[in-house]
Nanobody
Framework: QVQLVESGGGLAQPGGSLRLSCAAS????????MTWARQAPGKGLEWVSG????????YYADSVKGRFTISRDNAKNTVYLQMNSLKPEDTALYYC???????????????WGQGTQVTVSS
């Protein structure tokens, strides 16, 4: 079965940093673009970032561009999201996903992880 397991979430202060990881298994990871999306309490799902299958191109929502960096290590079947200069509005449950279509600032995907919570608060 396809599995995506996120880790690295937690509590950070405004201006702080966190690095999320997503470990993938059950599919040919190197053949798939990967996506991070998030959902804040009471809000809809928001697409955050994507990365091409070989890591050659990356994409970001305007809300995180310049602060977040997506990367991947295909030898480890892992995708990362480095989050810097965190803001309270970044507080959300962050999901790793595969086989996605990004439309209207959200993401529709075939495979999802369970999510990891990020809380940014002073």
């Amino acid at each position: 079965q396809v599995q995506l397991v996120e880790s690295g979430g937690g509590l950070a202060q405004p201006g702080g940093s966190l690095r999320l990881s997503c470990a993938a298994s059950g599919f040919t990871f190197s053949s798939y673009a990967m996506t991070w999306a998030r959902q804040a309490p009471g809000k809809g799902l928001e697409w955050v970032s994507g990365i091409y299958s070989d890591g050659s191109d990356t994409y970001y929502a305007d809300s995180v561009k310049g602060r977040f960096t997506i990367s991947r290590d295909n030898a480890k079947n892992t995708v990362y999201l480095q989050m810097n200069s965190l803001k309270p509005e970044d507080t959300a449950l962050y999901y790793c996903a595969a086989d996605c279509t990004v439309v209207a600032y959200t993401a529709v995907c075939d495979y999802w992880g369970q999510g990891t919570q990020v809380t940014v608060s002073s």
